[in-house]
């Protein structure tokens, strides 16, 4: 394996401080197999990335000279010999990570929410950041540099002073300037898919939902907080109308991953979306959902919905149901839904979980 680049491993003191180490190269993993990333599966960190440390967590590199891998716990005593743990990337929307970061996850006290911790190296001919991943979506619409939030902050002083009793406009400008969700930033920016979420209930229990695990310590902790209300169908039409006749590339989602399931709020979202279309016929209005119950896709179909995205991780019953782990429902009812959603005419995506092998190696990783 030739390496035209020379990249050191990452670390960080616990204070936060990262740096590279001074003597061991980057290695990454493929599932729990430590392995050093060849230089064509590596590119430069995407701008609006950031980087994490991995607390208490000893990284792994490569040590050049032995010919092997190195659980480094301390660093040299020439750097100061201070602890160190390890660092990973957490990338920019349009990029998929190949490997994860090279630790020794054995020894990690702390369980981790659900973040994409991506292998992240320093190359010293370049003096920048490399990571192990690809670009998986050419739209530029997602980069990081088209959400300054000083233009935010105005769409929402706006939305806010027309609509103050809306409860829902209150969330999502929290959403957009607190955890810097792009979708809420687009509402207030008015241009192209913005967000309505809706349920705080879901019939499925998956066990990597990232707003809420019935006990903390099954998975892991929840990456964000759900939403605790139900809009009204009022709330969701002053939220959805204006974006709907005005905004570029017009969309509005009902699902969100700040929510359960919107197929729980079907009656109301029918209703919401009658009035919307019953105001305009501009732009689309999307449904993602798990699609457990086909009368309701047909219900909000002929309401005026325009697409649906079906979330799935196999089409197999016994890999779905382990996953999904659904509640008064069966994989049967999200095949019909899908049958049914076509059938009306509605435009159909499958929002589909997909496993790969990498590095030739057969362990399975999910992206």
């Given at each position: 394996?030739?390496h035209?680049k020379?990249i050191?491993?990452l670390?960080?003191?616990?204070d936060g401080e990262?740096?590279e180490?001074p003597e ?8 729990m197999?430590v392995?050093?990333p060849d230089?064509?599966?590596?590119i430069?960190l995407?701008?609006?990335s950031r980087l994490?440390?991995v ?9 050049a000279q032995?010919g092997?891998?190195v659980?480094?716990t301390?660093?040299?005593r ?6 160190v743990?390890?660092?990973?990337a957490f ?11 090279a630790?020794?996850?054995?020894k ?22 490399y990571?192990a991943?690809q ?5 530029v619409q997602?980069?990081?540099?088209r959400f ?7 769409g929402v002083d706006?939305y806010?002073a ?12 929290r959403c957009a300037?607190d955890?810097h969700?792009f979708?809420?930033?687009?509402l207030?920016?008015?241009r192209?898919e ?8 879901c ?8 707003s809420?695990q019935a006990e903390?310590?099954e998975?892991c ?5 759900r939403l ?5 169908a009022?709330?969701?039409?002053e939220t959805?109308i204006?974006?709907?006749e005005?905004?570029?590339?017009a969309i509005?989602?009902?699902?969100q991953?700040c929510?359960?399931?919107p197929i729980m ?5 029918a209703?919401?979306v009658?009035q919307m ?13 798990n699609?457990?119950?086909p009368d309701k896709v047909e219900?909000l179909a002929?309401a ?7 979330s799935?991780n196999s089409?197999r019953?016994?890999?779905?149901s382990?996953?999904y782990?659904p509640?008064?429902?069966q994989?049967?009812?999200v ?6 959603a076509k059938?009306?005419?509605l435009?159909v995506?499958?929002n589909y979980?997909?496993f790969?092998k990498?590095?030739?190696v057969?362990?399975?990783v999910?992206?």
């Open positions: 394996m030739k035209s020379t050191y491993m670390v960080a003191t616990p990262v740096f180490h061991l190269l980057m290695a990454g993993m493929n599932g197999t392995c050093r230089i064509d599966e590596l430069p995407p701008e609006g994490f440390t607390p208490n967590t000893p990284p792994i590199g490569f040590d032995r092997s891998f659980t480094a301390h660093l040299p020439s750097w100061g010999g201070d602890k743990e390890a660092v990973s990338m920019a929307p349009a990029y998929t990570r190949t490997l994860l970061p630790a020794s996850y054995q990690k006290r702390e369980i981790l929410p659900l973040w994409a911790y991506t292998a992240v190296g320093w190359c010293v001919e370049e003096e920048r950041f990571v991943a670009q998986v979506d050419r739209n997602w980069q990081p540099e300054d939030d000083r233009e935010v902050a105005p706006r806010l027309q609509y103050p009793e809306n409860r829902l406009l209150q969330q999502l400008s300037l955890y969700c979708a809420a930033k687009n207030f920016l008015g192209w913005a967000p309505l979420p809706t349920s705080p209930v019939n499925a229990s998956c066990l990597g939902c990232l809420y903390e310590n998975c902790p929840s990456s964000q907080e605790t209300f139900v809009p009204t009022q709330e969701l039409c959805a204006p974006h709907l005005q905004a570029e590339n509005v989602s009902f699902g991953g929510e359960g399931d709020q079907s009656d109301m979202i209703q919401a009658t279309r019953g105001k305009t016929s501009r732009g689309t209005i999307n449904f993602n959902s699609a457990s119950m219900m002929k005026g919905l325009d697409s649906i995205r079906v799935l089409l019953e016994p890999f779905y382990a996953y782990r509640r008064g429902y994989f049967n009812d095949l019909e839904s899908l049958k049914c059938d009306q005419g435009f995506m499958l979980l997909v790969i990498l590095c030739q057969a362990t399975m999910l992206v």
